[in-house]
């Protein structure tokens, strides 16, 4: 077999001794247009972990390596001369130049060709080649060529970077953050040998601009950068290598090969710097191409399928995990307003991966800090309190803790009417701990109902029912309750979800416009100001109703595509009329019905609107769109947004993942300065205190932990070993049991995750 590897990255130089060891009789050759000394760039930065899988795969370069590595296991955040060290972080950086050498020594030793000073550009001088291994970088010439064929994507980040060098030794991986006239920037600093250490700088394209920074003008960036960093850089020069100010581009294929060529490397996936070296990247992948074509060297497409089917979720993944980190990065200026601890605990949980537990578990002494600050802040006088169990406050209504109970249609009503169901489903959950309960979707009117099964507050039996389960909750638990008004409008009269199909004679539905859901669905009736007058004037009646039925609070549903919904997306509201185009028209009638309701609605009690931060689809609602819309609710008097994504139309791409909403949230509670309740597949506790501890959300509500675990909260607080004054004395006798149950699993959750923790690779 003949393989041609086009570009002399670490991607391409493991990949080809990996191979080459493994099958002895095959010919690799390596074309590089540039020169063996040429590196472009300063150091490199690798993980304990990742270390380890090189020992597993070629100890030879495993020792190679390991012996020119400067190591650290600490990480320091650094915000205008105030600093935090965090340990029990394991990495290692080294000379991308040192690097590329011991790679080439290896290739020799084995066998492999190495040619330099090649153009690289002539396909036809690989013809004979069984692979052509495409490991040509970022701009890679041969994936440009067959863009189509890939399906290549490439879309430039925000920011502005530029990557230096200095003699400035350093401890540690640092994170020097500077609070400017024109914004922040950062350094993301750290040593690769004794004598040399890689800074990246990093700002918002508006900052870069307003420092009249220009892309290629190295001697006026590094005098400007000196003076902004004089203090980190302590007398120490910045030193440039083709150093150009450029924004990421984040590279992503569909197909990873095509004929015989198969993409390594930066050519393949691009994912940014802030969670890694993307050398790290390019050597996971050349390890999972050299796995398969070892295992298929009779059938190369076999091999590239093998390649792809193993390494793409991985890849996907850690793309995703670097465009969250990436996000925290691009939104500096926004997090720089937080106090000191929660914005470097903010920086070192920004991509989701580490939680509270897991820099606990580091460095206990960094987590007392960002609790002491967090209960400081909060005027909460015990020591290393619980973010999820502090109290929070909206207008007079105090909840016990920050757990919230989302609303999730239960499809059990008749005629609106609540029963026994609803009942159990409630009171066990208040009963379970919760801070607040928000009820599922309760219809203003009948024909404002998504099923048949769905609850109502628009007659005096529902009212009843409704005060009977609220009475139950206030007299025997400290849970608060909310009831979330809406209306279906264009997804009304809708299938329960297990059921097959819907049962019931359709009514008349309302929108915006006149757009059904779904393809070949209802079409509703485009709302006329009669029409938007009755629907008013039942939301008036609900509020009314609700605070009859003995709900603390309200929440109005504007997200999810329906009825105020529809007005608020371009998606769904197409009218050419007062209600119709911009934002600010777009937003009249959810606003008139809020405003309505908060005037008959006492005045100590808080009120929220849920709404769709994202539509998940092109062309839809803004970023602008969605601070503007809080805004105004924010200035009509809401207390609170929860802030949901999606569900506006049938056709939406969500990106999903853990957490996957809190960015939203973070947004309009930090740009607005209002309250903010997060959702989006968080699972524990520990989700939970990371969440609210980075600041990203007021409140966290759960739904599907809560369906079939009603003592959620109660699992937690034993799990913390916090001491709640709400159990139930009927229940109190089971404290004891629970409490020594769930100290023995932390205890054994801990103890694997010391025991999985790579072993540091140092020499």
Known sequence: MKIAVIGGGPGGLYFSILTKKAMPNCQIDIYERNKPDDSFGFGVVFSDETLGEFLKRDMESYELIRSN??????????????????????????????????????????GVNLHFEQNIDDLNQYKDADIIIASDGISSGIRSKYEKEFGTKIVLKKNRFVWLGSTKPLDAFTYFFRTTKHGVIVAHSYQYEPGM??????????????????????????SKIAEIFKEELDGHPLISNKSHWRQFPHVTNEKWFHENIVLLGDAKATAHYSIGSGTKLAMDCAIGLSDAVIANQNNIQAAFEQYDRTRRTPVEMIQYAALVSLDWFENMDRNNQHPFYQFAFGCMTRSKKVTFENLQIRDKTFTDKVLEEFNDNCNINIKNQSAAFSTFKLRDLELQNRIVMSSMGQYSAEDGLINDWHFQHYTSRAIGGLGLILTEMTAVSETGRITLGCTGIYNENQIVEWKRINDFIHKNTQTKIGIQLGHSGRKGASKIPWEDTFS??????????????????????????????????????????????????????????????SFLSPLTNVRTDEFGGNIENRLKFPLRVFNEMRAVFPKEKPMSVRISATDWAENGISDEDVITIATAFKNAGADIINVSTGNTVANQKPITGRMWQTPFSDAVRNTVHIPTITAGTIQDIDQINTIILNGRADLVALGRPLLLDANFVR????????QPNDIPNQYKMGISHLYSVKASERKQVEGMKKALKPKSNKK
């Open 715 to 722: 699992n937690a607080q034993a799990y913390e070993q916090f």
């Open 69 to 110: 590595f400067a190591y650290w296991d600490n990480i320091i955040v650094a915000r205008d001369g105030q600093n935090v060290n965090i340990a029990g972080n394991g990495f290692c950086g080294c000379s991308r130049k040192t690097l590329l050498k011991l790679l080439h020594q290896r290739c020799r030793e084995e």
């Open 504 to 565: 019931g004679e359709s009514w008349e539905l309302l929108s915006a416009s006149a757009i059904p859901f779904n393809e070949g669905g209802i079409i509703p009736k485009e709302m006329t100001l009669a029409d938007m007058d009755l629907i008013t004037s039942q939301f008036v009646r609900a509020t009314k109703n609700s605070n009859e039925a003995g709900f603390d609070m309200i929440e109005l549903q504007a997200h999810h595509g329906f009825l105020l919904a």
């Open 197 to 222: 250490s890689t800074w990246i700088f990093e700002c918002s394209d508006e900052t870069w601009q307003k420092f009249q920074f220009e892309v290629t003008n190295e001697e006026d960036t590094i």
